[in-house]
């Protein structure tokens, strides 16, 4: 099987190298701009999009007009539109909101997008950029498969290469053999179904009241001033500090859950409309909205949209497999006899059915009716709701034994 991977390095700029890169990050975010405010004007007057091919010739007319643009690689420039064309095709297919400008010290980066463009040097942990010449590079590990593109990013004041690889494997096979479902929480970060649970870290709460304190800081100071300068440094080393132990333990728990089962059923839930604000309007303002934005700001620290991407390809190397199911009435639902009520949960950790008096954790439950849906899906390539509705995308497998469909079909009787 093809697997592509990225592997990511600090890099070691000397000053005139950080300058020249900071050069092209800014003329890269000025082409995407520029060409941003041509769609939006465009669009007003009821114009067709303008695609990459005809945005790209007005490269040279810009050059021509901002003559500092020839000093950016030509290739970063073309990818930056082509990154303003991804954008508007996200927000027309609703994959994501409409367009915003870039502005400066946010998202900083560049890409050369073919392996042509730069050399790399394992053995002496340095790359050669266009522009830039040789850089040293913190050589913390091989690069495995053959060089694709490479992204230079700024992140808390540091420079990084990301570099993207391709490579033959044989197809994994799971060397793990049993399933597990997955509830996902506040109180527990993850719940699964045999019982055990991963509990929170908490990354940006830890650390909310120094941030605060520092951007008060920062907020006293003159705007774009030195002290203004240092104080946004120290802001950004903490949010840096944060997204990192974030990250760290992400990894460390999806790669555990990925190397212990072979298939993991996990709540399709939408994490960014569970997170949206609920202000409202001046005319109809919302409820709760404190407490509801208390919420959001958990569900946003744990990081559910990241875990549940790091699972699902960590799991598609080790050869198991994601099977996401719907999150409603997970844990209103009793295991043991199939009853549905919302009396069924009596607080927030306790579960006891009134109808067979069956109890448990909350949190338990919600774990193992995820991994019951799971079965349905793989088994009956139904919604995993539990209801008689099948799914149409993908009909069961033709493979599938009489007693299995037999099996399932009666769980609905």
């Keep these: 099987m093809n697997r592509l ?14 300058r020249d890169m900071r050069r092209f990050a800014g003329a890269r975010r000025f082409v995407y701009n520029k060409a941003l405010e041509i769609q939006k004007t465009n669009y007003a007057a009821g114009g067709k999009f303008i695609g990459y091919v005809s945005m790209a010739n007005r490269i040279a ?13 030509s290739h970063t420039l073309q990818q ?29 980066s560049f890409r050369f997008p073919d392996a042509k463009q730069f050399v790399i040097d394992q053995g002496n942990g340095r790359i050669k950029f266009p522009k830039l010449g040789w850089m ?45 479902g997955i509830d996902m929480g506040i109180t527990r970060f993850a719940t699964l179904s045999d019982g055990s649970f991963i509990a929170p870290l908490g ?10 304190k520092y951007q008060r800081r920062m907020s006293r100071k003159v705007k774009f001033s030195s002290n203004w300068n240092k104080a946004k440094r120290k802001v950004q080393k903490i949010h840096t500090h944060i997204g990192n132990a974030r990250n760290d333990f ?33 005319e109809a303002p919302g409820k709760n909205v404190a407490a509801k934005s208390g919420l959001n700001k958990a569900i946003l620290d744990q990081g559910w949209g990241e875990f549940r991407r790091q699972l699902e390809y960590k799991l598609n190397w080790n050869g198991g497999m994601l099977i996401p199911v719907p999150a409603h009435y ?15 949960r009596l607080t927030q950790a306790k579960f006891a059915c009134v109808d067979c008096g069956h109890e448990e954790n909350a949190d338990v439950v919600g774990a193992m009716n995820v991994l019951a849906r799971g079965y349905r899906v793989t088994a009956c390539g139904e919604d995993g709701s539990g ?18 469909v037999t099996r399932c079909e009666a769980t609905h009787v």
Excluded at 5 to 18: N, V
Excluded at 265 to 281: F, H, R, W, Y
Excluded at 333 to 338: E, H, M, S, V
């Design 5 to 18: 991977q990225t592997f990511k390095f600090e890099l070691m700029p000397d000053g005139e190298q950080q």
């Design 387 to 404: 209801l008689v509705r099948k799914r149409r995308a993908k009909p069961a497998s033709v493979k599938q034994e009489p007693t299995e």
């Design 136 to 180: 040293r590079y913190r050589n913390s590990r091989d690069i495995l498969g053959t060089a694709k593109n490479i992204t230079v990013s700024q992140t808390g004041g540091k420079w990084f290469a990301s570099l993207q690889t391709e490579r033959e494997v044989e197809q994994p096979i799971a060397a793990a053999t049993s399933a597990i």
């Design 330 to 344: 997970t844990s209103q639902t009793c295991p043991a006899c199939g009853h549905v009520a919302k009396e069924n």
């Design 203 to 212: 990354s940006f709460k830890k650390h909310e009241q120094r941030l605060a």
């Design 61 to 73: 007319e810009w050059k021509k007009e901002f003559e500092w643009l020839r000093q950016s690689p």
């Design 250 to 282: 992400l990894h460390k728990a999806t790669t555990a859950i990925s190397k212990n089962h072979a298939m993991v059923a996990i709540e399709d839930l939408q994490v960014g409309n569970m997170s949206k604000s609920s202000k409202g309007t001046a």
């Design 80 to 108: 930056s539109l082509k990154d303003a064309e991804r954008a508007y095709k996200n927000f027309f297919e609703k994959r994501a909101d409409f367009p915003r400008f870039k502005k400066k010290g946010s998202g900083d």
